[in-house]
T-cell receptor
Framework: KAGVTQTPRYLIKTRGQQVTLSCSPISGHRSVSWYQQTPGQGLQFLFEYFSETQRNKGNFPGRFSGRQFSNSRSEMNVSTLELGDSALYLC???????????FGQGTRLTVV | DQQVKQNSPSLSVQEGRISILNCDYTNSMFDYFLWYKKYPAEGPTFLISISSIKDKNEDGRFTVFLNKSAKHLSLHIVPSQPGDSAVYFCAASVGGTSYGKLTFGQGTILTVHP
């Protein structure tokens, strides 16, 4: 069974640009969550999607958005990038979003 | 407000001995707890979990203990192996309403020496 796949693995963007990250969950999993990991803040929850609906949202500005497609694949978008957005962005999938979550390898975003 | 805390930033253990990683939480609504292992530049790998209706769960070399009255959980690794060297995160969720949200501790770096 394939795991969670995130693309791309690495990205370098310039301040002010926007970026889209992609996540393909484990087959059969309908819940996809996104996290940001930075050295200072640790792993922080961004938002969760289930059946194409955002059910939960963390404490991040509106520049961070996401969506989920009918096949459960999810994308995350960050607009007007800031230097502080440099981080490892992780996607996790689970069956229903209430128990074990399985993470992808992450996308390392560097904003210059 | 850090609801899940791992107060030991690092732990060093000899191969073959026991590793004990600790985690404290403050939110009494948490009812499901998980441990993850993480290597640099990779995503966390799920290790073991425990529901609040239990006080112990075992899976091979890994055992998690939960003390609800103390709001404390621990992960025991026996015997420790050099391949266990990684960052370990504990995480917690509010069952039924967490909607995909795990609250993580800051992590403990475990180093197992041969």
């Amino acid at each position: 069974k394939a795991g969670v796949t995130q693309t791309p693995r690495y990205l370098i963007k310039t301040r002010g640009q926007q970026v889209t990250l992609s996540c393909s969950p484990i087959s059969g999993h309908r819940s996809v969550s996104w996290y940001q990991q930075t050295p200072g803040q640790g792993l922080q929850f961004l938002f969760e999607y289930f059946s194409e609906t955002q059910r939960n949202k963390g404490n991040f500005p509106g520049r961070f958005s996401g969506r989920q497609f009918s096949n459960s694949r999810s994308e995350m978008n960050v607009s007007t990038l800031e230097l502080g957005d440099s981080a490892l962005y992780l996607c996790a999938s689970s069956l229903r979003g209430d128990r074990e979550a399985f993470f992808g390898q992450g996308t390392r975003l560097t904003v210059v | 407000d850090q609801q899940v805390k791992q107060n030991s930033p690092s732990l060093s253990v000899q191969e073959g001995r026991i590793s004990i990683l600790n985690c404290d939480y403050t939110n009494s609504m948490f009812d499901y707890f998980l441990w993850y292992k993480k290597y640099p530049a990779e995503g966390p790998t799920f290790l073991i979990s425990i529901s609040s209706i239990k006080d112990k769960n075992e899976d091979g070399r890994f055992t998690v203990f939960l003390n609800k009255s103390a709001k404390h959980l621990s992960l025991h690794i026996v015997p420790s192996q050099p391949g266990d060297s990684a960052v370990y995160f504990c995480a917690a969720s509010v069952g039924g309403t967490s909607y995909g949200k795990l609250t993580f501790g800051q992590g403990t770096i475990l180093t197992v020496h041969p």
